[in-house]
């Protein structure tokens, strides 16, 4: 028998804070991330996944419940295209479930096209687009935000994503 080359667990705030902190510090840009005009701190809530490999982390999912939805507040993988990435999104996808919501939220950004088609291809929709968000985010509540983001792209917008559970076969690849 072949053994999984990850494991996937719930976030402990007490066991996992320190160093899901530089986690964040190094691949995000910090724990509190700035969307919708606020910043939060991802890890506030104390809720989330993290996948494991060999003993180590190598990645962390944090979400947050929102009224009658749930907030896909940070997803990091580490190495990425190795599946972590999907069996973090569908570990949530179950807890969702479990907690009778039906109603996933994620906001990225529009230089993050890697995220952009991970979301997409695993039944998000394009909620909204909000032209010059991040530009605002950087001038008011998060002065660190870069002005360049990945693939060389100017850091401008927040693309907010939406997954009803209702509607989509959740979390698993869409195959062409
Ligand atoms: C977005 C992110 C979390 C996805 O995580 P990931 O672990 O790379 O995701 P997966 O490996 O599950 O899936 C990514 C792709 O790799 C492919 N893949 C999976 N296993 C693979 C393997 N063994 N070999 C090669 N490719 C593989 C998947 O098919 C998938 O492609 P698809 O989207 O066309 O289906 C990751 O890119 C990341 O950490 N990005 C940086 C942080 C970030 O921007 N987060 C989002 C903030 S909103």
Redesign the pocket.
């Given at each position: 028998m072949t053994r999984p080359k990850h494991v996937v667990r719930p976030f402990d705030l007490d066991r996992d804070e320190r160093w899901a902190t530089d986690w964040l510090d190094e691949?995000?840009g910090g724990r509190r991330q700035a969307r919708r005009g606020e910043v939060i701190d991802v890890l506030a809530a104390g809720l989330g996944f993290v996948a494991e490999r060999r003993g180590e982390p190598a990645?962390l999912l944090t979400y947050r419940f929102d009224e009658d939805a749930v907030e896909l507040s940070?997803?990091?993988?580490?190495p990425?295209?190795?599946?972590?990435?999907?069996?973090l999104l569908e570990a949530l996808v179950s807890a969702v479930a479990a907690a009778d919501r039906h109603w996933i939220w994620?906001v990225?950004t529009n230089d993050?096209l890697?995220?952009l088609?991970?979301y997409q291809?695993r039944g998000f929709r394009i909620g909204e687009v909000r032209v010059g968000a991040v530009d605002r985010a950087r001038l008011s509540i998060k002065p660190s935000i870069a002005g360049i983001g990945s693939y060389g792209i100017p850091l401008r917008d927040e693309f907010e994503l939406v997954l009803d559970l209702r509607l989509e076969e959740p979390a698993k690849?869409v195959t062409a």
């Open positions: 691949r995000l990645g940070s997803l990091a993988a580490d990425r295209h190795g599946g972590i990435g999907s069996a994620v990225t993050n890697d995220a088609r991970f291809r690849p």
